[in-house]
């Protein structure tokens, strides 16, 4: 167990809806990131928060949104969703932006109908 | 960009084979070099990292070697288990601006070990 918290675990949607995944980072950690894994793109970085300020984009539609509140969890916002959004998203955090090591969480598994 | 390029799986071994995973890896700048598992259902965790030319990190048995004369960073078992059955995913990690380091990951490789 990292310590990494993720709701929902799994989630089935239809095209053209809005969702929210949460996250819950390490206590202690102060940074969060997320990532989307599908078949076809592997692992990739969508974006990071730290201490409530957004800190790096990675490959993050515009479609998709997310926030850092001030007990440090986070939310990801998916909209107007496509069959391509289908996909696990994983949050991990880290004690500070400039440390290397992150902790994963179990990840949402959401599928898009 | 930087880039990470693992063998393709799916790998199927019996109990008690050697494994090897290779992993090379573009990069600029000096990375740090990890190995991660996911077993199913679950999240990522950390196996091992390296962080400078020539370390070797270790974890349960699994070892990887930083070699930045063939950018390489391939995994070792000298004798896997069913319980290994997993993905496996090598990632780099340079400075992406300011204080700010980004992981970049490889595709992954499905381990399937046989009793």
């Known amino acids: 167990d990292s310590g990494v918290t993720q709701t929902p675990k799994h989630l089935i949607t239809a095209t053209g809806q809005r969702v929210t995944l949460r996250c819950s980072p390490r206590?202690?950690?102060?940074?969060v990131y997320w990532y989307q894994q599908s078949l076809d793109q592997g692992l990739q970085f969508l974006i990071q928060?730290?201490?409530?300020?957004?800190?790096a984009k990675g490959n993050i539609l515009e479609r998709f949104s997310a926030q850092q509140f001030p007990d440090l969890h986070s939310e990801l916002n998916l909209s107007s969703l496509e069959l391509g959004d289908s996909a696990l998203y994983f949050c991990?955090?880290?004690?500070?932006?400039?440390?290397?090591?992150?902790?994963f969480g179990p990840g949402t598994r959401l599928t898009v109908t | 960009g930087d880039s990470v390029t693992q063998m393709e799986g799916p790998v199927t071994l019996s109990e008690e084979a050697f494994l090897t995973i290779n992993c090379t890896y573009t990069a600029t700048g000096y990375p740090s070099l990890f190995w991660y598992v996911q077993y199913p259902g679950e999240g990522l965790q950390l196996l091992l990292k390296?962080?400078?030319?020539?370390d070797k990190g270790s974890n349960k048995g699994f070892e990887a070697t930083y070699r930045k004369e063939t950018t390489s960073f391939h995994l070792e078992k000298g004798s896997v288990q069913v319980s290994d059955s997993a993905v496996y995913f090598c990632?780099?990690?340079?400075?992406?601006?300011?204080?700010?380091?980004?992981?970049?990951f490889g595709k992954g490789t499905l381990l399937t070990v046989n009793p």
């Open positions: 928060y730290y201490n409530g300020e957004e800190r």
């Open positions: 206590s202690g950690d102060l940074s």
């Open positions: 390296a962080t400078k030319a020539d």
């Open positions: 991990a955090s880290s004690v500070a932006p400039d440390i290397y090591e992150q902790y």
């Open positions: 990632a780099l990690s340079v400075r992406s601006g300011g204080s700010n380091y980004k992981l970049t």
